[in-house]
């Protein structure tokens, strides 16, 4: 499996979360309402990660997702713009898997791909995506988040490399950029080889 260049690294409930970044307070673009897709938005959705991605291969994957055992209710969630209600970003959780030692496995859960329109990037959206998630895994009692992604974007999201927490990477994934964030549920004896649902290309 060849390894993946970080700008190809895409792989980060039913009450909807109005939230905006901190960092990005009062800057004009970032009160954005967060709330999990409709099955009108798939198209929309796909829009976004072509743009965000400039290709098609994160928007697929979305939608081979959808219906599959992996997919998690209410883990696809988009940023709706003020007024028009347009989908201006989108970030999908779904269920992989934890091969122990003992050769056991549980379900973890991987973020990605997470995307934002380019003209509406910067703007606190990926941020507010982010703590929807965070939030949604913490409050189904998730132990786990993990994705492979930039190594300077999650980390203030509280993610940390994962081996270092003994998770090894579904590929052969630089340290950097294969992460996880340990929630409250998070046990040590998680540990072991992750891997993602079939419909994330391997590479
Ligand atoms: C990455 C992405 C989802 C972030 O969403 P966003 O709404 O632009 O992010 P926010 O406004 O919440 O945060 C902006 C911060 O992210 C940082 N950032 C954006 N892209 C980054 C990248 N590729 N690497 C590191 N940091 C990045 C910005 O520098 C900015 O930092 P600051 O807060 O210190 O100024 C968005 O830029 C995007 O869609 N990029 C293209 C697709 C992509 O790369 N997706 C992620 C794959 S891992």
């Known amino acids: ?14 009450i909807p979360v109005s939230r905006s970044n901190p960092h990005h307070d009062g800057v004009p673009g970032n009160d954005v309402r967060i709330r999990p897709e409709r099955p009108t938005d798939a198209e ?4 976004v990660h072509d743009a ?19 997919w998690i209710e ?9 007024g028009d209600g347009r989908i201006v970003g989108h970030l999908l959780i779904s269920r992989g898997t934890l091969e122990g030692s003992a050769r056991s496995t549980r379900d973890i859960w991987a973020v990605g791909p997470v995307g934002v329109l380019p003209e509406r990037q910067g703007k606190g959206i990926g941020a507010a995506l982010m703590h929807a998630a965070i939030e949604l895994a913490t409050r189904r009692g ?48 998680l540990r072991g080889r992750v891997h993602f649902p079939p419909a994330f290309p391997e590479e």
């Not at 965000?52 to 992996?70: K, M």
């Open 1 to 14: 499996m060849a390894e993946r260049q970080p700008s190809k690294l895409n792989v980060a409930g039913s």
């Open 44 to 47: 929309q959705i796909r829009r």
């Open 52 to 70: 965000a991605f400039g290709g098609l291969t994160e928007g697929r994957i979305v939608d081979d997702l959808r219906g599959t055992p992996q």
């Open 74 to 82: 209410g883990g696809s969630l988009v940023a709706e713009g003020p």
């Open 142 to 189: 998730q132990p786990l988040l993990c994705l492979v992604g930039h190594a300077d974007y999650y980390p203030r999201f509280g993610f940390e490399p994962a081996r270092a927490i003994s998770l090894d990477a579904p590929s052969a994934w630089p340290d950097a950029n294969w992460q996880a964030l340990r929630l409250p549920a998070w046990t040590p004896d």
